[in-house]
């Protein structure tokens, strides 16, 4: 059957094979296939038969997910999403009994984190108090956001308190929300042209996290993820290492720790070994912590500069850098030339939306001339450029499953051996 999608695929047989200690004739005989068969899938990647991935899954502890074709994912090094191609998804949503919002998609695959939409308010307020009854709210969604605003537009919320909020928002500025805080949106706009650009992104809590979390016991999982504060963290980090504070105390030669945990300002020297000792991170404990949060940008607070320095090919008005959340970065790009000279490649997956008509994309000998509303995903480590005067597009980078943890994992690992990692194909026994 033409166009039919591989899920499943032989490629990491022999890896199984070798992990589970499994010679192919002992596989042969346990899985009671033919050595011809057996043959054909560990020379290349053929596409296996639902009926053989539950027989492996239920003779050996192996996951389906371990099977998954690779092909599955998006395979181009780009996806271009045109404006026109936006305007024929949209639909109208409504709350309630009236029309509320206006939806159209952008640029989306299924190989990045990214969940993005066009979004145009049809509610319009003509004041701005936070309690209006026109007002129709969501509960909050797992997938964090951030949001760019194109004219004038109220965004709604509500705050760690419980109480509900607004903040005025215009063309340039951004914000973020946190898992789960609810929110609505509506125009202040009389012609109800203004929009927004709405990207939701998985975080960490991906759906086979949640699946995971699904067999936990949820009473004694929640009593561990329960913790507020650094003193909790700690607390979490001697149950899991078998120590308790008063040992942990002498080993580090500190009194009264739970005291000193709970203060607002931690000691440069217990840090380091907290660190030390614990690999307590403190990124999630700074002021900025993003969790439970909603953070607002306004066009006039966002850090300016070029890209390169001295090229100056780029200006970029840095809108959020969060490392610590999947390696968030969100800019506004100008691009200030008729020919750059600088690539924009990146460790991390890219989603760019067009925000005028003067841009032109570069990849290989490819040229695009852009449009405003044009949408762009871009995957990590692609040598790519923008240029034309003056234009414009909003940027988000985020690592995916690239974290910082997994990149720093391949660069311990030989070059010559990243080709395994890629694609196990000997037995190694
Ligand atoms: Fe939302």
């Not at 780029?314 to 600088?342: P, V």
Request: a positive charge; hydrophobic letters at 35%.
């Amino acid at each position: 059957m033409k166009n039919r999608i591989q899920i499943f695929s032989s490629k990491r047989l022999r890896q199984i094979f070798n992990d589970l200690k499994r010679t192919s004739d002992v596989a042969k005989n346990e899985l009671k296939i033919s050595t011809k068969q057996l043959k054909s899938y560990l020379r290349k990647d053929k596409s296996l038969d639902i009926k053989l991935v539950e027989k492996i899954c239920s003779k050996w502890p192996i996951h389906p997910q371990e099977l998954i074709s690779s092909k599955i994912l998006f395979n181009k090094p780009y996806r271009f999403f045109s404006n026109s191609k936006s305007r024929k998804s949209s639909r109208t949503i409504k709350r309630g009994k009236i029309n509320y919002y206006e939806y159209r998609d952008t640029v989306i695959t299924n190989n990045a984190p990214f969940k993005p939409e066009w979004i145009r308010q049809l509610c319009l307020v003509k004041n701005n108090k936070p309690n209006n009854k026109n007002l129709k709210w969501n509960k909050g969604h797992l997938l964090h956001q951030l949001t760019y605003f194109v004219g004038k537009v109220n965004y709604y919320y509500i705050d760690k308190k419980g109480n509900k909020k607004v903040a005025i928002m215009n063309t340039g500025d951004a914000m973020y929300i946190s898992p789960y805080t609810p929110h609505t949106f509506a125009s202040r706009d009389k012609n109800l042209n203004a929009h927004i650009i709405a990207v939701t992104f998985t975080g960490k809590i991906t759906n086979e996290v949640q699946n995971h979390l699904f067999s936990f016991n949820k009473k004694n999982f929640k009593n561990f993820v329960s913790f507020k504060s650094l003193k909790d963290l700690v607390n979490m980090k001697l149950k899991d290492n078998c120590i308790t504070y008063s040992e942990f105390e002498k080993t580090i030669n500190e009194n009264n720790l739970r005291k000193k945990l709970n203060s607002k300002k931690i000691a440069l020297n217990l840090r380091k070994k907290l660190r030390e000792h614990l690999d307590i991170n403190f990124n999630y404990f700074f002021p900025k912590v993003l969790l439970g949060n909603t953070i607002i940008k306004k066009d006039n607070s966002c850090l300016k500069y070029f890209f390169p320095q001295k090229n100056k090919d780029y200006s970029i008005k840095n809108i959020f850098t969060f490392n610590y959340l999947s390696g968030l970065s969100m800019f506004e790009l100008k691009a200030l030339k008729t020919k750059s000279k600088s690539y924009l490649d990146s460790s991390k997956h890219q989603y760019i939306y067009v925000l005028n008509n003067n841009l032109i994309f570069k990849y290989n000998n490819r040229v695009l001339a852009l449009k405003e509303g044009d949408s762009l995903y871009i995957k990590p480590f692609e040598k790519f450029k923008v240029c034309g005067k003056n234009g414009k597009a909003l940027c988000i980078r985020l690592e995916g499953n690239l974290s910082d943890q997994i990149m720093f994992e391949l660069s311990r690992i030989n070059t010559k051996d990243l080709e395994r990692v890629i694609n196990e194909k000997e037995k190694w026994f």
